[in-house]
Nanobody, 121 residues
């Protein structure tokens, strides 16, 4: 199993910044990607940013140019620096990890419990 520990959420003024961190433990050698998704009330869960173990990065369209994801594979930790935050960024942010062989038959998704990010105007 993979356990995900999130930190960095909170309340921030519009235009401010936050850094989210997520540390994975458990079946670390089988994690192929880590990142963040978010969900606001009344909206579908959407991609924030992901990074694979070989460095491939994807960003959600709404955060490109403002958010930056990075990783420390040795520590199995992913960081997302969020800048120029607006109230539209208010959501619950969920850390995500994908794990696969040899630990699992097929890709298995693991999720953190979620951390609230609130941006006030």
């Amino acid at each position: 199993q993979v356990q995900l520990v999130e930190s960095g959420g909170g309340l921030v003024q519009a235009g401010g910044s936050l850094r989210l961190s997520c540390a994975a433990s458990g079946d670390e050698p089988c994690i192929s990607a880590m990142g963040w998704y978010r969900q606001a009330p009344g909206k579908e869960r959407e991609l924030v940013a992901t990074i694979t173990s070989d460095g491939y990065i994807q960003y959600g369209d709404s955060v490109k140019g403002r958010f930056t994801i990075s990783r420390d594979n040795a520590e199995n930790t992913v960081y997302t620096q969020m800048t120029s935050l607006t109230p539209e960024d208010t959501a619950v942010y969920y850390c995500h990890a994908a794990a696969e062989k040899p630990c699992y038959d097929g890709v298995v998704d693991f999720w953190g419990q979620g951390t609230q990010v609130t941006v006030s105007s």
